[in-house]
């Protein structure tokens, strides 16, 4: 075995590593979500709340959020509305407002 084999990694091992760094990510923007809410003293409804402590416990056991695959990327730990859903969550901790965007909406 040479330099460059050792150095190589298998496609599983790119993919678990992907797939770690996706859930320390995840787990970060929530934690500091709760944080800034905290800190600004910013009321979240009990839903949101719910949503931020379920979605980080799933995230911790699961390694994702989510468990169709068709509702967010392969190697993601939040589905692509959850991840939406955080913004919104964080924007408001943070004092700001996020235009929502969508069909049929001005």
């Known amino acids: 075995m040479g330099i460059q ?3 190589k990694k298998s496609l599983q091992e790119q993919r678990e590593r992907q ?3 996706a859930k320390r990510s995840a787990l970060r923007a929530l934690k500091k979500a709760r944080a800034a809410a905290d800190e600004n ?3 979240l409804s009990p839903w949101e709340n719910q949503f931020l402590g ?3 416990e799933r995230v911790e056991t699961y390694g994702r959020a989510f468990g169709d695959p068709q509702k967010g990327a392969p190697g993601a730990s939040l589905s692509i509305r959850q ?3 955080l913004k919104q969550i964080s924007a408001k ?3 700001k407002t996020v235009r ?3 069909f049929g909406r001005s």
């Open 41 to 43: 003293g910013a009321k």
């Open 54 to 56: 379920s979605v980080e």
């Open 100 to 102: 929502r965007s969508g």
């Open 83 to 85: 991840t939406g859903k």
């Open 5 to 7: 084999s050792a150095k």
């Open 93 to 95: 901790a943070k004092g």
């Open 19 to 21: 797939r770690a760094r």
